[in-house]
């Protein structure tokens, strides 16, 4: 029954052209990867979800292409070569392909213009020298090898843009009145995301994004990507202060402050990461712990999982098992099998085949004494 169901299945895809199959693995793996991300909590690892988003975002643009390019196929021999005639679903997938290159052509350029838009609003004035100063200082904490040029003006929060070598933070014209504290903290957290590439995989996702343009949770996935971003880099701004004390009180001083200014969300008019900082949570935990063997035998399960099982291999694995499924059974082709070969023992009699016969040789041996002894008779 399932060699039947492998074969019609086969039989069905070869209706469809190469862009076809590419196109329906495609929505397929979109499907199943999203379906994977939405399982995992986000409160639970932020990290994995960063590294899982990312994986996924590089394997539905590398996965479709190197099975387009390399005509990837999965035979599956039958006896009989017997095919569906019919080329309905191949104008079907032509048509399909089509409007997605349209479409895909449209969201491609959009993105281009979006790019242009968020550096024509990069472009304004230079900030004052003590900020730029302040500027170098966080960048030289933060080991940052990149020129990093701070203008003022065009929002209420702060974001930034890269220029190949060079990157551009925008703060509020308001900052250049701000108390030192609250601008560092405004500055680290724009030197964190700069510094851990994510304006580079903000743009990145738009371009997948715009070639997966027909499926509506592709820009749900992008929206989350671009939220989960910001969480590392307050982290790592954290880190850099190098006192903790000080960057709770900047930091409640800066959230205070942030909350009358409007935030930036993500758009796709203008490509930019939301202006979200986010602040860890702290539990006080009560000394009066419980002893029970069932708390204590959780507790270590716990602690052995965490020490054992990897969160981002295991979210490279989810991603791996995915692409090889769905690559797998979307390249399934019905292959006539080779003729079974039987071996048989080849009747050969040596002795006639490898050597002379004897009777061949006595006959050729008399013949010849024949042939010799009538002249001798005959001159007699």
């Not at 690559?327 to 006639?352: C, G, Q």
Request: charged share 20%.
């Amino acid at each position: 029954m399932a060699e039947n169901f492998i074969t019609a299945f086969a039989m069905a895809l070869d209706t469809l052209p190469p862009e076809g199959r590419v196109l329906l693995m495609a929505c397929l793996l979109t499907v199943s990867l999203y379906g994977l991300g939405r399982l995992m909590p986000v409160e639970s690892n932020l990290g994995m979800q960063i590294v899982y988003r990312k994986g996924v975002f590089a394997t539905l643009l590398l996965v479709p292409v190197g099975v387009y390019l390399f005509g990837l196929q999965m035979p599956v021999y039958v006896a009989e070569f017997v095919y569906f005639e019919s080329r309905i679903p191949a104008y079907i997938a032509y048509a399909v392909l089509a409007v997605w290159v349209t479409g895909a052509g449209i969201s491609l350029y959009r993105i281009v213009v979006s790019v242009q838009e968020t550096h024509t609003s990069s472009d304004l004035d230079a900030a004052p020298e003590s900020i730029q100063k302040r500027c170098e200082h966080w960048c030289r904490r933060l080991n940052l090898k990149r020129d990093v040029r701070v203008v003022c003006g065009g929002s209420e929060q702060g974001w930034h843009i890269l220029h190949g070598r060079q990157a551009v933070i925008v703060l509020p014209a308001a900052a250049i009145h701000w108390p030192t504290g609250v601008l560092d903290v405004m500055l680290l957290h724009q030197l964190a995301l700069i510094q851990q590439q994510a304006w580079k995989w903000l743009l990145f996702g738009s371009i997948v994004r715009a070639l997966y343009w027909p499926l509506p949770w592709m820009s749900r996935m992008l929206e989350e990507f671009a939220d989960c971003l910001v969480i590392p880099a307050t982290r790592l701004a954290e880190a850099a202060y190098r006192d903790p004390e000080g960057w709770r009180r900047d930091l409640r001083k800066f959230l205070d402050r942030g909350d009358t200014l409007k935030h930036v969300e993500f758009a796709p008019s203008v490509i930019r990461l939301p202006s979200q900082v986010e602040t860890e949570q702290v539990h006080v935990v009560d000394d009066a712990v419980d002893e029970s063997f069932e708390a204590r035998w959780a507790g270590s399960k716990a602690r052995l999982r965490r020490k054992y099982r990897d969160p981002y291999r295991q979210a490279y694995w989810l991603i791996a098992a995915a692409s090889v499924l769905i690559a797998v059974s979307m390249t399934v082709t019905v292959v006539k099998a080779p003729p079974e070969f039987e071996p048989t023992y080849l009747n050969i009699k040596w002795r006639d085949q490898m050597v002379r016969r004897l009777k061949d040789h006595y006959d050729g041996g008399e013949e010849a004494g024949q042939e010799t002894d009538s002249p001798a008779a005959n001159t007699e």
